[in-house]
């Protein structure tokens, strides 16, 4: 598989059994240019190899490429760059693709889908692996993770390589999976250390090769030089001293690299040597001409349009670095490597990036401006080495020379630290607050004590037990400690502290628990350091300019190495009096300097001093990413202002242009036709340029048609959305804002790509702040979205609030809506509502109930408070009634009651249920207690069925039998009508239970409603003719069973990354959970059953909880019994951990099974999908809600063809909230439901949760319109069609006895109506006679 290669050198064959032959991990030091990046290579094939099938002749053909990814974490951008380049050119034949994804860049779900190998920097890495979606998720496909350069561990940067090698060494433990570790280094003299981090076996994988093994000896020069470093003498002494040495390499035939530190020193540096070689007549030895490909090398670099390039070659001197031209560079190497250039000046970054060895190379100083610091620092010994080993062509040379000039007091640093190398140590204890805070808020940390255990994988670790006194400890502490656990206890304990104090984290030092903060998920997600948070808390304000942004910006710590010097001020200032947004701090300081860049660079302004550019750059770079934080923190904060102002900024930084310029400007258009927009059509709107005509727009702009016409289609591809609101008063201080949102712009795949975010929100009418928000996609397919928000009103509510969509990518692309209040009318407040009184609990033994009623009650007991306050009526007499309650409060059995009396009296009973399930249901219960004929009607003839006083029928069937013919039969016997469920009232019940209503309102019957806890109870009590004083609307929290509510809140989209990261803390909430109490986990679907399962076995793996949630006494012997009896081995594994699962498609023998450990338990977790919530028959001491959403698919178009699938995310109902809920009720003892949910759901679900649901007709549908909804309209349609509906006023009769022509006149705003309700109702029935005989004649 190593195509090109006839053989592997010494140390690629020391170590090619263990490289290719086992997943050991492995740490080779090896000198610079001994093969290392090949060894690289064999462990790359080896990953490949494990992932092939099918024919071994055709290996390209037998990868399966999906199932793992390769990532290679290089030392920087540069040399990430080249190993792309160098991987992808080997690998090419085996249809590998490699991808560098470093710096700001990102990479889309598909690119991730298709590579295999991704190159990238640890600092990216870090950041990709802090994400739970996205990039994120590369994490869970890595089957091979390769770090060049591991000796950065003794480099700044070195705390980053310990955060990703520690997260990784975690998630192998935690997911039980296979993820190899390579690391590839220099040579070290603590080599063991390291490999001991890297989890290195010291007799498989740890490899040492000392300089003996360089394929080319290097012969290595230290220089000093008088003068202080940087002055001029300093300079003009170097530069003499670099022509002496390269003089001498050139007279004996050899080419010379020469390493500066700067991009305009290349050109310096060559012309100085090109000066000297003129003034000691010595151009001869770097004159090239005789070469036979000289001309045509002349002829092609005369292509090129770098002046000082041209000038240079004639000479035989080229120059490199990276602010030339990809062309250029290329070119360079290209002419270097052909030998007709005898002299490169070029950075450091040629060393790192491009594998180019010359006979000698010579580092021209060792002084080197790092803008991340804003000062000049030495050049690191890693630089060093790196270069050096550019020095010796392998195979065509016997040695090489390496030279370092650098200043007289430097010398001895280089002299020792080059060729005597110290132990490296760990740079992680000055990181160890951000790496914290990105592990708590990826949920891997959550406690002192998982804090502690963390830092056991760090390199710092491994130091702290070996030189103690470095880290500030003594010398006994690892004695006395050996695993440092109080030290390492004490160290999380003290960050955590100062993480809590700048509000990154929530930490309860009693239990040593952490839970992250908005903020602190924000700093972690964007890479932002503690220190900066600490600012933004003290000076973010919920209002602020563009000044004011940019000034809180510059404050940030990530530029307080950004210092001012005196040779820039001067520029500086120019530029300051050239800045739109006045500067705070002026040239004088760093934060005023750092405003003026960022202004510069969104400016396009060009700057002349090198170092400057640096900081520009630096500053841009980084400016980008903080001030997106800045805007989630707002967000977060719900600021509408600084949101808003924060959402141009960041657009304007990455766009580099204000928020003030044409918006069309972010469009490929021509310079004539931007510089005559803004002179001549600056005030249109560009909704106004797109209708216009491309002749108009070339006059309107003082162009012709051409240009018009690219200005139209710039207009019309411009994102923009319509917004139009409708008001659904919810209750009396709750209001639905419905929006619909409509793309009206055209769709380029070119400019749009994928998808377009937008963020939607709704203000308060001064702007200041978000009452809710949401993000959203709009694709290609979107033709309109809807969106709720629900909001409080209150009794001073303002007249209107503001909804605003902003385009998360492009400036000026923003809709905003006015809402108004004026025709709103919410309807009044509940005033019957239900208090418990305090009763004596009567026993169901008593004797003043009948035997047949003792008999039901059986099971129970005593009565419970509610049943007490209801028990007279509900028995004794035949009044109507309303029990609106909370979910298992005791209501269904008052109903019960009921149907006792009438069965005492002989008299039928229709029970009218929603669902089929709870149908089925009621009917098993009801035949095996009452123990009379129960007939489930299914089918209009089972009415006429007289031998059974009891029917159960759902709404549609009740529908589908109420036609006048059977009225009479089914009714004449009828004693009572029980309404079950009235919460899930839909059209198809709401038109049932009218007619019924209508049907037998001058008859003698009874009738009771049973439903949930409503916020207007009272309204479906009146619809339904019941007295006030017999109509119970207790409110949720009236209950006698003590049942708490928690959230969890999240703020990751809802992706299976939401459920791993959803997994640890339903995990921990289990376990802390009282022993012997079971546990029910609702998930959002059937196919996340069995992952869920997987993923809380894996926890218990992790926290070495073996016997995992199985029940207390529960014998090996007796589970391998119940065990044996499971067909899938999924389930198999659940139970040994004490974990079940039930659903509809699992084997039946299993479900009952499952049922089975759980009821009597022997298992005490019990995982079941959303829908099983209507179904599950079973409860707990705890139930967790594990996410509050669900996928949907949505089938448009006709045929196969023409259909297209959009999938959607929906949210959970409230009255599957409310079922859930039910399900943690017990008689006698303490529950509780905890719900994990997004951040910004959980006000409203604990406001219906404790105020009770809201309850409005749906019968004109979903979307408000006086058409009426399918159900109605079918209805309408199917009874005129039969004749039993002749006119207008049958419809009008049916819709006047519905739950809607009541709520019409309490809520007619819900419904867009008018107050006067009669007429509403008449353009109703109109538009439905108009539709069914539209209907009647097209059949």
């Not at 009650?857 to 909370?886: E, G, H, Y």
């Amino acid at each position: 598989m190593c195509q090109g290669y006839k053989s592997l050198n010494r140390i690629q064959s020391i170590v090619y059994h263990t490289a290719f032959k086992t997943n050991e991990n492995m740490l080779i030091c090896a000198p610079t240019g001994a093969g290392k990046t090949d060894v690289a290579m064999l462990t790359i094939l080896r990953a490949i190899d494990q992932h092939r099938s099918g024919v071994v002749t055709d290996i390209a053909g037998s990868i399966n490429r999906d199932e793992f990814k390769v990532i290679y974490v290089a030392p920087m951008k540069a040399l990430a760059a080249e190993i792309v380049r160098k991987l992808g050119k080997r690998l090419a034949w085996l249809r590998i693709k490699v991808r560098e994804l470093t710096g700001d860049m990102q990479l889309t779900k598909a690119e991730i889908a298709e590579t295999q190998i991704i190159v990238t920097t640890p600092e990216k890495w870090d950041v990709v692996t802090r994400k739970p979606t996205g990039e994120g998720e590369l994490a869970t496909k890595v089957k091979l993770l390769i770090i060049d350069e591991v000796h950065l561990l003794n480099d700044e940067r070195g705390a980053v390589i310990e955060t990703i090698v520690a997260r990784t060494v975690r998630q192998v433990e935690s997911t039980q999976s296979l993820i190899r570790i390579v690391g590839l280094s220099a040579t070290l003299p603590n080599y063991i250390d390291v490999g001991d981090f890297l989890r290195v076996s010291r007799r498989e994988g740890l490899f040492y090769f000392d300089s003996s093994f360089r394929p080319v000896p290097l012969e290595q020069h230290f220089v000093g030089v008088k003068g202080k470093a940087g002055s001029p003498a300093a300079k003009r002494a170097l530069d003499k001293t670099a022509y002496h040495f390269v003089s001498e390499l050139a007279r004996e035939g050899h080419q010379v690299m020469v390493f500066v530190h700067s991009r305009k020193d290349t050109v310096k540096s060559a012309e100085s040597l090109k000066e000297f070689a003129t003034l000691e007549a010595d151009l001869d030895i770097f004159d090239c001409r005789h070469d036979p490909q000289f001309e045509f090398h002349r002829r092609e670099i005369g292509k090129s349009k770098n002046k000082e390039m041209k000038q240079l070659f004639d000479y035989g001197f080229g120059i490199h670095h990276a602010g030339m031209l990809r062309s250029d560079r290329n070119m360079m190497e290209r002419l270097f490597e052909a030998k007709v250039i005898k002299v490169l000046c070029c950075t450091a970054t040629l060393a790192w990036g491009v594998n180019l060895p010359a006979h000698g190379v010579i580092i021209k100083g060792t002084q080197l401006y790092d803008p991340s610091q804003g000062k000049f620092v030495d050049l690191s010994v890693l630089d060093v080495l790196q270069i050096f080993g550019r020095a010796g062509r392998p195979g065509m040379e016997t040695s090489g020379v390496g030279f370092i000039c650098t200043s007289d007091d430097k010398l001895p640093h280089y002299l020792e630290a080059v060729t005597a190398q110290h132990p490296i140590e760990s740079k992680f204890a000055h990181g160890i607050l951000d790496s914290l805070n990105a592990e708590i808020a990826l949920g891997t940390v959550t406690n002192v004590a998982e804090g502690a255990e963390w830092l056991s994988y760090t390199y710092l670790f491994v130091r702290m037990r070996k030189n103690p006194m470095v880290y500030g400890m003594t010398h006994d502490d690892p004695v006395n400690d050996p695993d440092l656990t109080e030290h390492r206890h004490s160290m999380i304990t003290i960050a955590g502290r100062k993480l809590a104090a700048a509000g990154m984290v929530q930490f309860n030092e009693d239990k040593g628990s952490f839970d992250i903060t908005d903020i602190g998920r924000i700093a972690s997600k964007y890479y932002v350091r503690h220190a900066s948070i600490e600012v933004f808390q003290k000076e973010f304000r919920p209002k602020m300019t563009e000044a004011d942004v940019l000034a809180l910006l510059s404050m940030s710590t990530e530029f307080e190495q950004v210092q001012v010097r005196e040779n820039e001020v001067e520029e500086l200032k120019a530029l300051e009096a050239d800045m739109p947004c006045q500067v705070k701090g002026g040239t004088d300081t760093s934060v005023g300097k750092v405003n003026i860049l960022l202004q510069a660079h969104i400016s396009k302004r060009t700057v002349d001093d090198f170092a400057l550019v640096s900081d520009m750059l630096y500053s841009a770079e980084n400016g980008g990413r903080i001030i997106r934080s800045l805007l989630e923190i707002a967000l977060s904060r719900k600021w509408a202002n600084a949101s808003n102002v924060l959402m141009t900024m960041s657009k304007s930084v990455e766009k580099r242009m204000w928020g003030y310029e044409h918006p069309l400007i972010q469009f490929d258009l021509s310079t004539d036709v931007i510089y005559c927009l803004g002179r001549w059509a600056d005030e249109f709107e560009i909704s106004e340029l797109a209708s216009m005509t491309a002749a108009d727009l070339g006059k309107l702009i003082h162009l012709n048609e051409r240009h018009g016409a690219a200005l139209r289609k710039a207009a019309r591809q411009f994102p923009c959305l319509s917004i139009s609101s409708q008001l659904r008063p919810l209750s009396h201080e709750l209001l639905q804002i419905r929006l619909l949102v409509e793309p009206t712009f055209d769709w380029s795949n070119k400019i749009h790509g994928s998808a377009e975010p937008f963020w939607i929100w709704v203000e308060d009418d001064s702007g200041t702040n978000i009452l809710q928000l949401t993000k959203i996609l709009i694709q290609q397919n979107t033709t309109s979205l809807t969106i709720d928000f629900i909001i409080p009103m209150t009794s001073s509510q303002a007249p209107f609030v503001i909804a605003r969509a902003i385009s998360d990518r492009w400036i000026g692309a923003e809709t905003e809506v006015t809402v108004e209040f004026d025709n709103l009318k919410m309807p009044a407040a509940p005033l019957r509502r239900t208090p418990i009184v305090d009763l004596s609990l009567l026993r169901t033994d008593l004797h003043i109930l009948d035997n047949k009623t003792r008999g039901v009650f059986a099971k129970f007991r005593q009565f419970n408070s509610i049943q007490m306050q209801c028990f007279w009526p509900a028995f004794n007499t035949d009044v109507n009634m309303l029990i609106s309650s909370s979910a298992s409060s005791g209501k269904t059995q008052l109903a019960m009651l009921a149907i006792c009396r009438s069965i005492r009296f002989q008299k039928r009973v229709l029970v009218v249920v929603p669902r089929l399930d709870d149908a089925r249901n009621i009917f098993h219960r009801l035949r095996q207690d009452i123990k009379v004929g129960v007939n489930l009607v299914n089918h209009p003839d089972k009415f006429d069925d007289h031998t059974s006083l009891l029917s159960v029928v759902t709404a549609t069937d009740l529908l589908d039998s109420l036609i006048r013919e059977r009225r009479s039969s089914l009714l004449t016997t009828l004693g009572l009508v029980v309404f079950e469920d009235l919460e899930l009232l839909d059209p198809t019940y709401e038109i049932a239970a009218s007619l019924l209503l209508q049907a037998i309102q001058t008859l003698p019957i009874r009738v009771v409603g049973v439903a949930a806890a409503l916020n207007n109870g009272e309204a479906l009590a009146d619809w339904l003719g019941i007295r006030k004083d017999f109509s119970y609307c207790f409110p949720p929290v009236e209950r006698d069973q003590a049942l708490s509510i928690t959230f969890q809140t999240f703020t990751i989209p809802y992706s299976a990354a939401l459920m791993r990261a959803m997994a640890k803390p339903v995990y921990d909430t289990i376990r802390a959970n009282s022993r012997g109490e079971n546990s029910i986990v609702f998930v959002p679907s059937i196919g996340q059953c069995s992952a869920v399962l997987s993923d809380l076995i894996k926890q218990c793996t992790l926290s070495m909880n073996l016997r995992g949630f199985l029940g207390e006494d529960v014998s090996e012997e007796l589970l391998e019994s119940y065990v044996s009896q499971v067909k899938s081995s999924d389930i198999r594994d659940g139970i040994m951990r004490g974990l079940v699962v039930w659903h509809g498609r699992m084997n039946h023998a299993d479900r009952l099974l499952s049922l089975r450990l759980f009821a009597e338990g022997i298992v005490r977790v019990l995982i079941t999908p959303r829908e099983s919530c209507w179904t599950v028959p079973v409860r707990a001491g705890l139930v967790i809600v594990m996410g509050t959403q669900y996928t949907v698919q949505k089938v448009s178009g006709n045929n196969d063809a023409e259909q297209k699938v959009e999938r959607y995310v929906a949210e959970y109902s409230v009255h599957e909230l409310v079922r859930m809920e039910g399900r943690a009720v017990r008689h006698g003892k303490i529950g509780r439901l905890h719900i994990l949910c997004q951040a910004e759901h959980r006000d409203t679900y604990m406001r219906f949760l404790t105020d009770g649901l809201p309850l409005e007709s749906q019968i004109l549908g979903d979307t408000t319109g006086e058409l009426g909804s399918d159900v109605l309209q079918t209805w309408v349609k199917q009874n005129r069609s039969k004749g039993l509906i002749k006119t207008r006023q049958d419809v009008m009769d049916l819709l006047s006895s519905t739950f809607l022509a009541y709520r019409l006149e309490h809520n007619p705003t819900y419904y867009d109506a008018p107050e006067h309700s009669p007429v509403y109702l008449s353009r109703v029935v109109d538009a439905l006679w108009e539709r069914s005989e539209t209907g009647e004649r097209s059949t």
